[in-house]
């Protein structure tokens, strides 16, 4: 059984910085894409970042880009998100998730993952 847990989140000032952590265990086939999701109370969750492994591509939206970095440790089998100058309005739950089916970044970051983890909190507050 596939499980991805996410670690790293808690409570940062703004303008602070933190890296998400996914931990992937029970994979038998390589992802096509992996990302990170998020979603703040009362709002539409957000592909924030993605990577995808059958094009090589990566996506950030545009609210992220320059401050976002996505990566992806194959020999650990982690995902990681380092995020930095954080602001409020990023508070919310982040959500790592893979990809089985032959999509680029951009696409996966717009639809729904096939395996997707618990969430690790964000807080970004003085």
């Known amino acids: 059984q596939v499980q991805l847990v996410e670690s790293g989140g808690g409570l940062v000032q703004p303008g602070g910085s933190l890296t998400l952590s996914c931990a992937v265990s029970?994979?038998?086939?390589?992802?096509?894409?992996v990302g990170w999701f998020r979603q703040a109370p009362g709002k539409v969750r957000e592909g924030v970042s993605c990577?995808?492994?059958?094009?090589?591509?990566?996506y950030y939206v545009d609210s992220v880009k320059g401050r976002f970095t996505i990566s992806r440790d194959i020999t650990k089998n982690t995902i990681l998100l380092q995020m930095n100058s954080l602001k409020p309005e990023e508070t919310a739950s982040y959500y790592c998730?893979?990809?089985?089916?032959?999509?680029?970044?951009?696409?996966?970051?717009?639809?729904?993952?096939?395996?997707w983890g618990q969430g690790t909190q964000v807080t970004v507050s003085s």
């Open positions: 029970g994979v038998t086939l390589e992802p096509y894409a």
């Open positions: 990577l995808s492994a059958f094009d090589g591509s990566t």
């Open positions: 998730t893979e990809e089985q089916n032959m999509k680029n970044a951009e696409d996966t970051c717009r639809g729904a993952g096939d395996y």
